[in-house]
């Protein structure tokens, strides 16, 4: 119960805190000169030009005086935050399995596991984007060495640096912690770095390359390594990403049926089939393979790292009430669970392997 208290707490504050200060930022932007200048007194907004104030009356012009100059101060940053008033995206979730074991008999072992996520992007093109991310594991278990929570916890800075013609340049910056005891382990906080260009080939198409650092990353997590996809709008039915380490696919063969696929390296998969049965409704199935590395307190070695991996399939349904957030219900089963450790994908040792059983998930999304 505790370790669940725990989880909650992070997730809102990797998630919704950022959010918070982003829309006060905003409000403050919008409300600022007038917070800023209290209004002119009837005095000095009646004195005539041709006589000479009084010192009351001085004193209200010379606070009116200082207004405006405050006014003008603040009015240009003021512009440029409210028309870069910050595109917002959250999401978050929560996996809940039944009552389950250790299929070695070693005791009980209940999963559950939770996923948020926010991101901002600033400016029409975008220029500027911030985001924050939480994984957690939840293990409620009476087995000794295993711990109670696995949580990853990553923010992240992205902004433009260069375009010209069809290329751009963008370049991301962040920092994350991962393990089971949140934010005191200094082996835990690792790097996160990007360099991505982009071609745009014409309004359908485009290259991407670039390099990427990330020190949770599921395999080679210490050097860096480079990527490249090819992305093409085919038509309005028809989209796909070709190349490393993603490779994905979005088809919609009937009007109101859609089929998508994705798969990144070296083991993360999703496959989904949706139909909207009426405006705002829509069922779906849906396959989920997943694998997250995570770092128990004090670990060291090629084993410093536990990778938990888990296949889900599931059934549901979607609510969309407005285009500015939509609820998910669903239910299934997760089988081929597995916690592991090493150094990483390519060479793990399985410590333990939770039984299937089947889950109820929950899913929110919000866009403003």
Not at 21 to 26: I, Y
Not at 81 to 102: F, N, W
Request: net charge negative; charged share 20%.
């Amino acid at each position: 119960m505790r370790s669940s208290f725990k989880i909650w707490i992070i997730a809102l504050g990797g998630i919704w805190f950022p959010t918070l200060g982003l829309l006060s930022s905003t409000v403050l932007a919008q409300t600022g000169p007038a917070l800023m200048a209290p209004p002119r007194s009837a005095a000095s907004a009646q004195t005539p030009v041709a006589t000479q104030p009084s010192h009351g009356e001085a004193s209200a012009a010379e606070s009116s005086s200082s207004d405006r100059f405050a006014e003008a101060l603040v009015q240009p940053l003021t512009q440029f935050l409210t028309e870069t008033i910050p595109h917002v995206d959250i999401s978050g979730e929560a996996v809940v399995l039944g009552d389950g074991h250790a299929k070695n008999g070693a005791g009980d072992l209940d999963v559950r596991a939770y996923h948020g996520q926010m991101r901002a992007t600033f400016g029409v093109d975008p220029a500027f984007a911030f985001g924050s991310q939480v994984d957690a594991v939840e293990l409620d278990t009476n087995i000794p060495g295993l711990p109670d929570a696995l949580i990853d916890h990553s923010i992240a800075f992205g902004a433009r640096i260069f375009k010209q013609d069809n290329w751009t340049a963008n370049l991301t910056a962040g920092v994350g912690f991962n393990g089971s005891s949140p934010y005191s382990d200094g082996d835990a906080w690792y790097g996160i770095a990007d360099l991505l260009l982009n071609y745009q080939v014409d309004d359908q198409s485009r290259w991407t390359f670039g390099v990427d650092y990330n020190g949770n990353r599921s395999i080679f997590p210490d050097i860096p390594l480079p990527f490249v996809y090819y992305t093409e709008q085919v038509s309005d039915t028809f989209s796909y990403d070709l190349g490393l380490p993603r490779t994905g696919i979005w088809w919609r063969p009937a009007d109101k049926l859609t089929v998508s696929v994705d798969y990144f390296v070296p083991v993360t998969a999703n496959a989904k089939v949706a139909y909207e049965l009426a405006e705002h409704w829509s069922i779906f199935g849906q396959f989920r393979n997943g694998f997250h590395a995570y770092r128990p307190y004090d670990s060291d070695g090629d084993n410093r790292r536990f990778f938990f991996q888990q296949r889900r399939l599931e059934a549901g349904v979607a609510w969309s009430p407005c285009a500015s957030c939509d609820f998910t219900f669903a239910g299934g089963y997760a089988f081929d669970q597995e916690l592991s450790h090493g150094f990483d994908a390519r060479d793990t040792d399985t410590v333990i392997e939770p039984s299937s059983e089947p889950y109820i998930r929950l899913a929110l999304n919000l866009h403003f």
